[in-house]
């Protein structure tokens, strides 16, 4: 194990990195229980002066109107990151638990390698100003010119979880910041240490101009609220769960607020009857992977009846073989889940799960052996599923497979669009030409054919139905922290 980083225990606001009006809350390491440290607990009264510094930062300097300073500051910010690198890879490792591998894809290196260069050249290239070209608007009388402006939203709430802190959290800035907006980034209670880094690194490292950004952490959910609440707050920006984006969209419509909602899953892998079946049945990994803690990981799989009990055979020597284990270690695939609450959350699903009938082949609901502290569930594998059963309609969030056998293409479809979810999908086949057929007809927003994922800083991501509203990333993200103003005047 490498040394423990420094953390920084500090909130920003308004320039300043602050302690917090109702004292500190400990961070806990998920596969230790050990305390890492505590970290300043905001008041609503400390959010309110976040709020504030945004409004006045947005309204009275030149942020939004300055394209040059706000690309300067970008590439500080990047510069001061790449510094600290390898103390945020394990802050990372430490208070998400996350496995140390996964750094170094999206947890870490990935997004830090365009999550902030990606925007900040869009402030170059991207279209401010469209020509909707001349005509005679008989309404006035004259020969019109028109344009389009885009202009950015104003005071942008970013509401980050816990699963993926950092790589959410410098995706929400990069575009909102490049877009001219302000922000207030609440971190959730379990990950904040990420977030405070990132919250020093502006103050100390960038000219980000005092209140453009705000990084405020509380233990109390209800203080991240009061940006949903607040009428001086023009956009919330949130990634998490669908209940609780739900809630979002109540308490934001008594001041109309604009929405980016990133939410949950229950993605399916359609293994087609022609796949190459092993290579396919390797997704069946995933949720394992940093143990199930994605919103897009496949925790459905969907097997021909045809091929069924081969697959299925396959799966539970892939499972037989998985353990969970130090988030330390270079090898380790599945580590802790976040807390305590998460853990029986995720082993209560996995009682339901035989309580409805669903076979249980590998795992289950009982602590693994040799992991007497931390927050640990064994890998599962389900198999014999219906797909009404909870465990296949409900996200679990855990290392928890349901294995759901079809009869034909159509059937396969139906069972995958059976969700109130719509959020990212697999398809695996032979052929190429009808994997994307299939593809064509899943209702979800990110889909990947045979083993690929569109991930990247220029790849939109977000869902469809309860998945959420909006996208992450790409041009459609940049668009979403805009407003769009059309102007006319008269032809000279």
């Known amino acids: 194990m490498a040394d423990k980083p420094n ?86 490792i430490l208070e998400a638990g996350c496995p140390r591998a996964l750094t170094h894809g999206p947890q870490l290196d990935a997004p830090l390698a365009d999550a902030l260069t990606y925007p900040a050249q869009l402030i170059d290239d991207y279209a401010w100003a469209t020509d909707l070209g001349d005509r005679f608007v008989t309404l006035t009388g004259k020969q019109t010119a028109r344009k389009l402006w885009r202009e950015p939203v104003g005071v942008v709430g970013a509401i980050v979880p816990w699963n993926f802190p ?3 959290a410098i995706h929400k800035l990069a575009q909102a910041l490049a877009t001219g907006n302000t922000v207030v980034l609440k971190p959730a209670p379990d990950t904040p240490f990420n977030a405070t880094r990132i919250g020093r690194l502006i103050a100390e490292s960038t000219d980000i101009p005092p209140g ?29 769960s669908t209940a609780v984006g739900r809630r979002i969209m109540e308490k934001g419509a008594p001041t109309m607020k604009r929405l980016f909602l990133e939410l949950g899953g229950k993605s399916a892998t359609i293994v087609l009857d022609d796949a190459e079946l092993p290579q396919a049945c390797m997704l069946g990994i995933a949720p394992c992977v940093h143990a199930g803690q994605g919103c897009a990981i496949p925790t459905r799989m969907l097997l021909p009846r045809s091929r069924y009990a081969e697959g299925v055979s396959i799966l539970q020597a892939m499972y037989q073989n998985l353990a969970p284990g130090d988030p330390q270690s270079p090898s380790t695939l599945c580590g802790p889940v976040i807390s305590a609450k998460q853990r029986e959350r995720v082993r209560g699903y996995i009682q339901k799960g035989v309580g409805e009938g669903a076979r249980l082949v590998v795992g289950g609901a009982d602590a693994p ?61 032979g052929s190429l030409e ?10 979800a927003g990110f889909i990947g054919v045979n083993g690929t994922a569109a991930y990247g800083a220029d790849a939109p991501f977000g869902g469809y139905k309860a998945s959420g509203v909006g996208r992450q990333n790409g041009t459609a993200g940049f668009d979403q922290y805009t407003e769009i103003k059309t102007v006319a005047y008269p032809v000279a």
């Open 7 to 92: 953390f920084e225990t500090r909130m920003l606001i308004d320039g300043q990195l602050v302690d917090g009006q109702a004292g500190t809350f400990a961070n806990l390491n998920p596969a230790t229980e050990e305390v890492l440290g505590r970290v300043a607990d905001a008041s609503r009264a400390d959010m309110h002066r976040a709020i504030d510094s945004a409004r006045r930062a947005f309204d009275e300097t030149g942020w939004s109107t300055d394209p040059a300073l706000r690309k300067r500051c970008l590439g500080q910010l990047q510069a001061a990151l790449e510094a600290e690198r390898e103390a945020l890879r394990e802050e990372l």
């Open 166 to 168: 950092f790589e959410v």
């Open 212 to 240: 453009v950004v705000n990084v405020v952490t509380a233990s109390d959910h209800l203080v991240g609220e009061e940006l949903t609440l607040s009428p001086k707050v023009d956009l919330i920006s949130f990634t998490g």
């Open 369 to 429: 052996a040799g992991f007497d502290e931390g927050f640990w569930v064994k890998p599962t594998l389900f198999v014999d599923v219906d797909n009404a059963m909870t465990i296949a309609q409900e996200e679990i969030f855990g290392p928890v497979l349901v294995v759901i056998p079809y009869d034909d293409e159509e059937h396969a479809i139906r069972i995958a669009n059976d969700s109130i979810y719509g959020l990212a999908g697999n398809v695996m086949s």
């Open 434 to 443: 009808r994997a994307l057929r299939v593809a064509r007809r899943l209702r």
